[in-house]
């Protein structure tokens, strides 16, 4: 379900501040726009513990419903390895360091030797 720029862009900004809110680390954003029909944007993020990632996964999408007033998918949120979650315009991925070194999700969306913003 694709909403106006507008609203794409403020939801970003929104995921954005949440996980540094939470002390997420290393947070990568991708432009998925004219490469990918499923999201605008993708947001990668680390967290130290299951229990961390877990928590910021939680508290994103509480916060996202409500201030957009709409209910995130979310997948893997129990184990916290690794949770999915899916608000229409941006695709989050939250990690355990681990995991998001054996996964290398940034190096199957980046261009080769192409960059993200970091935040």
């Known amino acids: 379900m694709a909403r106006s720029q507008s609203i794409s862009d403020k939801l970003l900004e ?3 501040s949440s996980l540094s809110d939470d002390k997420a ?3 990568v954003q991708i432009n998925l726009q ?3 029909s499923v999201a605008d944007h993708m947001v990668i993020a680390s967290g130290r513990s299951t229990r961390q990632v877990s928590a910021m996964a939680e508290k994103l999408t ?3 419903k409500q201030e ?5 998918k979310v997948e893997g949120k129990d184990a916290g390895d690794w949770v999915l979650i899916d608000t229409g315009d941006v695709i989050v991925h939250i990690f355990r360091p681990e995991v998001r070194e054996f996964y290398q999700l940034e190096k ?3 261009p080769q ?3 993200a913003s970091a935040n």
């Open 113 to 115: 030797g192409g960059s």
């Open 25 to 27: 680390e290393d947070v």
């Open 62 to 64: 509480d916060r996202i």
């Open 68 to 72: 957009f007033g709409f209910t995130s």
């Open 14 to 16: 929104r995921i954005l």
């Open 108 to 110: 199957m969306w980046l």
């Open 34 to 36: 004219g490469k990918s």
